[in-house]
């Protein structure tokens, strides 16, 4: 028998030791849910987590994208988290994200322009339709969502969203585009044009930054 199928009987068996949750211990049935609900400091951070939760959500600009991101949070604390501190890693990266959609009303958005951003070159394999053919894009993944005030070119509302990816291209000058695949992985301080005609809510993976220059802090 493993190790992690005794630890879930031992859950399972010690009911008394459930505290409260965002959510109904007594339905708990993942391994990060039942790890929640029977550690006190952990179900303190889930309580409170809960309640930014909520006040992000009402503020959130984006009603759609807030879902989508909050969904695929969730899916990836559930597939990944099988200790205490993975989970109080979760906590505290959600918390930050969070309460950065919650200040969105008093936070300065960036319109279409020069900026000058930090962050995380990662790379992403999109499938370009009707053909099915891929494509290698690299986006700046910032540690914190930053506020993106949106003007539509042709249609819907200007409005204010929080995104924290955007697409590095440089249209003028090809070597840098070779440079920014020599920062994969890596933290850069990129600056450049924004678009933001095309910038949705966590998802920026669009033509979203035309890099004039991208170096190492």
């Known amino acids: 028998m493993t190790k992690p199928f005794i630890f879930l009987l031992l859950v399972a068996a010690v009911p008394s030791l459930s505290f409260a949750a965002s959510f109904d211990c007594s339905k708990a049935a993942s391994l990060p849910e039942m790890l929640i609900c029977n550690d006190q400091e952990l179900s303190k951070l889930d309580d409170e987590l809960g309640a930014i939760y909520l006040r992000a959500k009402a503020k959130a600009p984006d009603q759609t994208a807030f879902k989508q991101q909050t969904r695929a949070a969730w899916k990836w604390r559930e597939t990944n988290c099988h200790s205490k501190e993975c989970l109080l890693t979760w906590y505290a990266q959600r918390k930050a ?121």
């Open 97 to 217: 994200v969070l309460l950065e959609i919650d200040s969105v009303g008093t936070t300065k958005c960036l319109k279409t322009g020069l900026v000058k951003l930090k962050g995380f070159v990662v790379s992403e394999v999109l499938t370009l339709e009707p053909d099915g053919r891929q494509s290698m894009v690299y986006l700046l993944n910032t540690q914190k969502p930053v506020c993106i005030h949106v003007e539509p070119i042709d249609i819907g509302e200007a409005k204010d969203v929080m995104a924290n990816r955007f697409q590095l291209v440089s249209y003028s000058a090809p070597a840098i585009n070779d440079k920014i695949k020599q920062y994969l992985f890596k933290q850069v301080t990129v600056e450049g044009m924004l678009s933001t005609d095309n910038v949705t809510q966590y998802y920026a993976v669009s033509d979203a930054i035309d890099v004039k220059s991208i170096s190492a802090p």
